[in-house]
């Protein structure tokens, strides 16, 4: 109302209310005759959000999501238009709904990955959103329980207004167990639950409460761990886990360095040591020999594949139709199931240690979102966290939902190791059919990047092979640049496409750029 156009960064932690903060945001506005966008980052979180936005604006509320037809969006888009509607709900593309008075722009689940696109042109909504809500004159709202780094960041340098709920509206933050798994296998449980985890599931069933088991395998790559230490191969010029390749080596996707495949730990030389991999069918099937009088349900990729999968499935869920619901990371983000008292995290190190300097970031996120999913109704929530890592920091702090620390100890690292957004990282993105057509260009374009740095204190890492390095037949190549200033790497980009606009070489391969990547290639 005071016109201040600054973003505003509302953190509060699971449960503490910031759903109602929007309603109450949008009602403001509407009631003035201006029309909203509600950004939510994927299909999955549509159902609960869409339903309580409903109920308190009818018809009002439109949705878009992927698995709508074009037909289908383009409806929605001319209702918009029309008038007909004056919120919108929906993923990064609900951005682009051409409301003629928008007042405001909410970003919930400000946080997740999906709100950068993967595909040119590579923007990120959040950025987007703040260049919008300019041209328009309207508010910028970015919500989370665990805001990014870079938006924290942000904040602490004034860019954004931070509002802070503290507290959860009922109930109180769940207890958190960390389980060393390490220690499991000592004692002989080779089962992929722990001791305490089983013990809790028993007692939860006989009491008629609900259980989620979420298995963390967001960013999942075949990293190589110790079972009985908990040590992971990691690349020694860049901190980053090294992913398991089928040829028997070893390799770093963000310098290119690679090393032979190990067989025993180099830490304390147990024979166990391997890829990490586990999948949710079989953390199904084990649920249902060990616990046979358990009604359970499964959410991955898999079973929501049809246009009401997601729907279906949480619908179920929440009206008690089963007692156990496994699932990837869909599962524990912005969904509200009151009669939810455990929470059972499986394997915590599956993104802790992908090989991206974001890992503990996404950790962090992914825990914390898991654990705010128990105790949202009267009964109290515990939540079981099974890892190899205890010691770690970000495994620590989120067993604890203290984001201040974790944010602390994470930025220390990203200015030691010079990542976004202590410095910003531009990604040039190549991919060509002719393998040795593909390194002679990637060899001329590090040497031309080097050239034009001019002792600007640019680093040039690789070219490195991404984590796919091949598909359909097409090679694919990165090469990275890192510098504090954003506008050098603009600078360089540009003088980049227009030597490669020069060169007929390059007329083969496909070029992308871009800027502080949130995931590979």
Known sequence: DAGERKPWLLYGVTGSGKTLCYIEMIQHVTAKGKQAIVLIPEIALTFQTVQRFYRRFGSQVSVLHSRMSKGERYDQFLRAMRGEISIMIGPRSALFTPFTNLGLIIMDEEHEGAYKSEQAPRYHARETAVHIAKMCGAGVVFGSATPSVEAFYRAKKNEYTLLELP???????????????????????????????????????????????????????????????????KCPHCDISLTEHKNGKMVCHYCGYEQARVTRCPVCGSKYISGFRAGTQQIEEAVKKMYPQARVLRMDMDTTAGKEGHEKILAAFSAQEADILVGTQMIVKGHDFPNVTLVGVLAADMSLYAGDYRAAERTFELLTQAAGRAGRGRQAGEVVIQTYSPEHYSIQTAARQDYQAFYTEEMNYRELMGYPPAEHLMAVLVACEDEALLEKGMHYLKLYAMRITKNRKVQVIGPAAPAVGKVKDVYRKVLYLKQESYEILIEMKDKMEQYIELNRGFAKMRIQFDFDPMSGF
Request: hydrophobic share 40%; glycine share 8%; net charge positive.
């Open 167 to 233: 507290r959860r509206a009922s109930g109180t933050l769940p207890a958190v167990y960390t389980v060393d798994l390490r220690e499991e296998l000592k004692c002989g449980n080779r089962s992929v639950f722990s001791r305490r985890l089983q013990e809790l599931i028993q007692r939860r069933l006989a009491a008629k409460e609900q259980i989620i088991l979420f298995l963390n395998k967001r960013g999942y790559a075949g990293f190589v761990s110790c079972r009985m230490c908990g040590h992971v191969l």
